[in-house]
């Protein structure tokens, strides 16, 4: 998946957008037959959105995943990142 943000605004750069993909095989508890994860495999997949406001808690772990993940490169619009 390729996520793209063509226009940063006021409105965009102050927002931020979590996700997590994983290997269902992976993250199976040991024992799981193969059935059940084709039976999950097959299922129609949706995607569920929150729209919260003002949670810094999210905002906090949400700068320490970046940081963690992109530690070489971090860039910021702001020179105090909430949480860090």
């Known amino acids: 998946m390729k996520l793209e943000v063509e226009h940063l605004d006021d409105?965009?750069?102050?927002?931020?957008?979590?996700?997590?993909f994983t290997d269902i095989e992976k993250a199976s508890p040991k024992g799981t037959s193969k059935k059940i994860i084709e039976a999950w495999k097959s299922q129609p997949k949706t995607i569920s959105l929150h729209h919260i406001k003002n949670n810094l808690e999210a905002l906090k772990q949400y700068n320490q995943h970046v940081v963690y993940q992109a530690h070489k490169s971090v860039l910021s619009a702001s020179k105090v990142c909430y949480g860090l």
């Open 11 to 20: 409105k965009t750069k102050n927002s931020f957008i979590r996700y997590i």
